[in-house]
């Protein structure tokens, strides 16, 4: 006879004092509450949950109506029952003190109306985007594509575009990886969208994130029921005791250009990420979303280049092309493949055909590299206009990172303890800017701050903007 459930090793006592529906009741809340069961957890059938607990199923049904009813869970054909988004309760503490999360997913933070500067970080120039030479490639493509190129096509993507961006990744990156090892995706985010699917089919309920760190890489994750624990962020990137004492198994960085402080993972604490992960079998995300846009000097080759087996590393065409393009790749160790394969197939039955065989073109003749070259230097332009801006205003202005990316992070020690920094960036809204508070994008207290992106205006307005932002937080 059963004896009690694999699932969240529930033990029924022999009689519970408060009868077994309310008892069921009480293990399935408390575990959704403590995030045990995230959002988008499918609970099992009731007819399988009532034989490992060898009760009557009658039971199992009343308890899920309960909390359904409580607006916990909902059923959805096909499916089952779901753990739901109103049922998030992130108060979660961690071996470090720090709260998990996993809610719902939240979408960009749009600026108000009437606003005349627009500085919301992670948009390109999209003005910049190569419409001639993308036209060029397409019709090239489309003199050559076989019908075949148009049917459904291998759900990693397409062949060419794969052998072309692992050629261009080996080159610029160092990613060691072949075109078979690459699945094509829709962006960072479908990334993260399966490796959260992926890695909660196996078990994992959480990942560690940097703190402050994306707040849509945390949100998309937590949509697909993988739970996020915050780690402090320093000058020297991930602080990796915080890691070790997290608890988690799998950590998501962004160390080529740390959003949003900017600032490049040392290479001691590369090194600590690599032992901690090789330590336990754990796993690495390396999110590169930005580092084609490094200004001073090349980036830093990628974490994936010293550990392909441990790391699994993801970039898209976002930053560099459009984020509309949705179009992404993601690299990951050997023995995930089939499974990230299997979802990807069961999202979309694998990307868009032509606009793969379009950047294919586009990395094969050169195009693709000419206009990185043109917007990096344009984006370096807009960076030193908006940093003339500030500096005109508020000389002693503390502007973190390196110089690269599409925004760069203002920070505010001065005012520590006497301004937040979401009231600061209301009166900067209210002198015609829109700026990120640093708050919204951190878990974890820390000074105040202010992500500020520079990559779509042009050089006159941002210096104006930046002297306008000066003027409120000198
Ligand atoms: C740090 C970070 N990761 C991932 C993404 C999402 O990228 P994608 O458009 O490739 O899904 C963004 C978007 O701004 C980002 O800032």
């Known amino acids: 006879m059963s004896t009690g459930s694999d699932f969240l090793q529930l033990r029924p006592a022999a009689a519970p004092a408060k009868g077994l529906t309310t008892w069921l009741v009480d293990a399935l809340r408390t575990a959704i509450r403590q995030g045990r069961l995230p959002e988008g957890a499918r609970l099992p059938s009731t007819r399988v949950l009532a034989a490992d607990l060898a009760v009557s199923r009658g039971v199992v049904v009343e308890a899920y109506q309960r909390l359904a009813d409580e607006g916990l869970v909902g059923a959805h054909t096909g499916v089952g029952t779901v753990v739901t988004s109103l049922a998030r309760a992130p108060e979660v503490r961690t071996a470090v003190g720090a709260p998990v999360e996993s809610g719902p997913l939240r979408m960009p933070l749009p600026a108000p109306p009437g606003i ?76 993260l969208a399966l490796l959260a699917q992926t890695l909660r089919a196996r078990g994992v309920t959480v990942a560690a994130v940097e703190d402050p760190g994306s707040r849509g890489a945390r949100d ?97 065409t976002s930053k560099s092309l459009a984020p509309g393009m949705r179009l992404g790749w993601l690299i990951a160790p050997a023995p995930m493949r089939a499974d990230l394969i299997a979802a990807k197939h069961a999202s979309d039955l694998g990307n868009a055909a032509l606009p793969q065989l379009v950047v294919a073109h586009l990395l094969a003749t050169g195009g693709y590299e000419r206009h990185l070259r043109t917007v990096r230097k344009r984006q370096r332009q807009r ?24 925004h760069l992070l203002v920070t505010l020690p001065h005012l520590a303890g006497r301004a937040d920094d979401t009231e600061l960036a209301a009166r900067i809204a209210a002198a015609g800017v829109f700026v990120h508070p640093l708050s919204w994008h951190r878990r974890l207290p820390g000074p105040p701050g202010l992500v500020l992106g520079y990559a779509a205006e042009p050089p006159d307005r941002l210096h104006e903007a930046g002297r306008r932002i000066a003027r409120v937080v000198r």
């Open 220 to 316: 998309q994750m937590a949509h697909w029921g993988l739970g996020s624990v915050p780690v402090r962020v320093d000058g020297h990137g991930m602080r990796t005791d915080d890691l070790a004492a997290s608890g988690a198994d799998v950590a998501v960085l962004t160390p080529a250009h740390q959003f949003p402080t900017g600032v490049v993972l040392s290479p001691h604490r590369r090194q600590a990420l690599l032992g901690w992960a090789a330590a336990a079998e754990r796993l690495v995300i390396e999110d590169d979303y930005d580092a084609e846009h490094r200004y001073d000097r090349a980036p830093v080759a990628a974490l994936q280049a010293s550990a392909p087996d441990r790391v699994a590393y993801t970039g898209s």
């Open 383 to 406: 960076r030193d206009a908006l940093l003339s801006g500030l500096r005109a205003e508020f000389p002693a202005v503390r502007v973190e990172g390196v110089a690269a990316g599409l």
């Open 116 to 191: 005349a500067f627009d500085l919301s970080p992670g948009v390109p120039d999209l003005s910049a985007f190569p419409r001639a030479a993308w036209l060029r490639a397409e019709r090239a493509v489309l003199d050559d594509a076989t019908a075949a190129d148009l049917g459904y096509g291998d759900p990693r993507g397409s062949a060419p575009l794969r052998r072309e961006l692992a050629g261009w990744l080996g080159r610029t990156r160092g990613i060691r990886a072949g075109a078979d090892d690459l699945l094509v995706v829709g962006g960072v985010a479908q990334a």
